[in-house]
Every structure is written in C-alpha cells, then in structure tokens.
C-alpha cells in the first residue's frame, strides 16, 4: 500500500509541474505521465478500498482533464478515464463532490472536449445516493446532449450508462418522466429517427423500474398506430427499432409487479398485427420487417393467455395451409397453441425433410405436438438426411424428456450413429458443436434414464472435451502393469 502512496504523490507532481512549468513541454513528460497513470490504474484496479485520502489526486486527474498545453493530443485521455474510473468507485461520493462540484459537472458536460464530457458522466454514472443529483439541471443537460444528432456516439454511451445505472431511483425517473416532459413529447411529436430510437432505447430501460400504473404516462410510452404507419412511410428502419422496443415490453409483462402492462400491450399486438395485415400498402413491411413481427408474434404466442394470441391469429396472422407464411408460422408459434387451434396442419403439412427441419424442432419442445409428429421421426428417415441436419436435428430432441425417451427406447442405430465418430469425420465447426451440444444435452439426464447408453456417452463426452479416449487409456495402464 505504500507503494501505491509514493505512485499517486509521483503522479500528483508530475501533474503540478506540468501546470507550473511555464517552459515547453516535450512529449517525454507526457509519455511519463502517461506511463505514470497506467501504474496507478493497474495497482488501483485491484483494491477494494484505499486507506488513505484521495481528493489530492482527484484534483489532479481534474487538473490534467483540463490540461490545453501544446501536446495535449499526447495524453492517454482512455487511460486517464480508467484510471479516474478505478479510483473513484473506491471513493464515497461526498468526497468526489468536493473535488468535482456539481458546478464542474454542469460545465464538463458543455464542453466541447469529449474526454470532459467523458468523465462527467463517468462521476454522474456512480453517484450515490443515486437521486442525488436529480435536483440539479445535470439531467436535461443530459438529456439535451442524448438527443442532438450531433452527439458523439462514445458519448451517447456514457450517457446510457448513466440510464442504467440511475433509473430505478424514482428521484431520477421523475426528472426525465416529469420535469422533462415537453421535451419527450416533442422528440416523439417529431419523429426524426435518430432521436426516436435513442428515445425508445432510454423508455425502455426506465420501464424496468415502473412497477405501477400511476407512473406510467401512456402518451409517452405507447406508439400510436397513426404513427406508426407514418414511421412505415418515412424511415422503415425505424419501424424495425419501434418493433425491438415493444418486444422488450415481454421481459416486463412476465413479472408479477408490472402484469398491468399487459393491458396497455393488448391494443399495440392487434394494431402491429393490423399492420401486419395490410402488407400490401407496404411491401417493405415484408421486405424489412417481417422477421422482427414475427419475433413480436412468437412473443405474443407464449403468453399465458393464449386467447390474445388466438385473437390476432383470426383477426391478422390466419394461420392456415394456404397462408403463404404457414412454414415460417409453425417454426416460431407455440406448439401448446398449435396443438390447441391448428393440429390438422401439424398432421397434414409435416414430414421430415431438410427444409421442415425449422418446423421440426418448434414441434419437438412440446409434447403433444411432438407425438403428433414422431410418427416422422424414425430411425430410416433421420438418418436419411445429411449428417449436419442429423444434428440440427438431434441438438433440440436431447433438450426434452418426451424426446429423449423415445430417442433412447425407439430409435438405437440414430443414438449409435451420434455416438460414433471413431475415425474423426466430424470436422465442421458447427456441426462439432451441435453434436458435443447434443451429447451434453443427453448427460444431463440420470444413468438410469440413459440406460446402457450412460457409458458410451459419457467416454465419448470426455474424448470430445480432452481429445482421449478413455478405453484405450484403460488399456494402455493395463498394459504397462504387465510390462512392470
């Protein structure tokens, strides 16, 4: 620890002589004051406190933040945030505030030198309590910086960091949600994408925190579908962010404290579905955001109701074998609702093949669908197909007991063709994976539910992971026995 002392007087001289040294500074005292704030970093990275004060050397990273000499470029900016960064989450934030004054935050954020803006929000991101400086006009300058299309983006980071960190202070929610109102609805009145999206981004992360009803202001968290068509027509990328944004809101809907949300969710599902419907006002619709509806979709599905999804099924998606999109609807839709509203299609639309192999493996994680299909699943036709599609295919029927029993009961020459590789065919990166995914999957079922396949496994599991070959281990230790 006394090392580290002499460091940071090292480094605290070393940042006074650079401000009191009226003369030119070469570019060697800078290399040493870098070399310097690499030490210290390094030693203070792994303290959990430090016994002794630190506010000398606070002021002096302060002191070299606002460094304007000739070689200013030369300084280690990323190294000195670090090491401002590694000190003072070892400092209590009274003593920062003494070094850094609210007043000095304010200005470091209007500085047009990014490592100051850098390192303000550095301080704004730990402060503790986290509501302590909600009071202060640190937040709309924040949020005046977030939305700037000027901003630059290792900015924006830091500011999100700052979200993170401070938004399940109500305090802090307050600010952005009340005090900065008007500027959030003129952001979301005006639709311009890059602040929409950060927009989006910043409600999504405050929506976490939001666990009733009385706090959540609909007009800003909820995306009209008037708007969103308008977004459709002017920027359909931003659609895409719009539709990342209400997936999100599934995280929320599952916890028990925020289960109101689902009543505000219900008419946005019906009106993406809606949007969903007239895809021929929008080909783009298709085109670009197709994958991301049906993420949403997929969502919806596995809601505990199933009557939501059955209600945008009839009403939008018409799931059915003439719908263009059945094979895409039947790799990503619950197979408990499948099961329930659409068996007919599961029973005439399903056969083992390459191309069925998306639709395949939705079937396998539910039971009932599975022993509507499983009639396909025979030992001739899996292993019929090309070896990496065996293992597409084997790598989601090792995850279920359903499927493993009647792997292990039904089909033996398909767990005999997984276990073997004895003259090392299997090469393929992917293809390795998805069979040792396969054979870890298995292991983690009891010996008894193995049966005599435990053992063939588990060797194989361990040639697989340490590249030898238990047998002929044995057989070697046996034979060295006999020559001793």
Known sequence: MTELKELLVKFNDQVTNLQNDETEVVEDTIEKINSTINECSLQVSILTSVPFPTHDTLLSIKQLLLYSGDLVQEIDYDALLEFLNNLIQLTTFDDILETFTVEDLQMALKSPIISLVQSACLIVSLSYPKGILASTIIFDILLDLYFKDDTEIIVINAIDKIWYNLSSDKLVRDNILKNNLKLLQLIKQNLNPLPTVRLLNLLAILLEHIDSVNEFNSSIFLVSEEDAWKIIEKDILLFLHVIKYYTEWFIYVNNPKQ???????????????????????????????????????????????????????????????????????LSFINPEYLYESHRPIIEDLVILSPSKLPIIRNLVSDENTFNVIKTELTSVSILSLPYPEQMVLLQKM?????????????????????IDNADNHIIEPETVQLRTEAIDNLLKFSSEELNVWYQPLKDEFVKIRHNVDPNKTVQASVASAFIQ
């Open 259 to 329: 289960f109101w949300l689902l009543d505000f969710l219900k008419p946005v599902i019906l009106s993406l579905g809606q949007i969903f419907d007239q895809k021929d006002k929008q080909p783009q619709i298709v085109s670009f955001a197709k994958m991301y509806l049906f993420k949403f979709f997929q969502k919806v599905s596995y809601l505990s109701d199933l009557t939501i999804f059955k209600e945008l099924d009839e009403k939008y998606l018409h799931v059915s074998i003439e719908n263009d999109f059945i094979e895409e609807f």
């Open 398 to 418: 090792t995850q279920y007991e359903h499927s493993v029993k009647y792997l292990i009961l039904s089909l033996p020459k398909v767990m005999s063709n997984l």
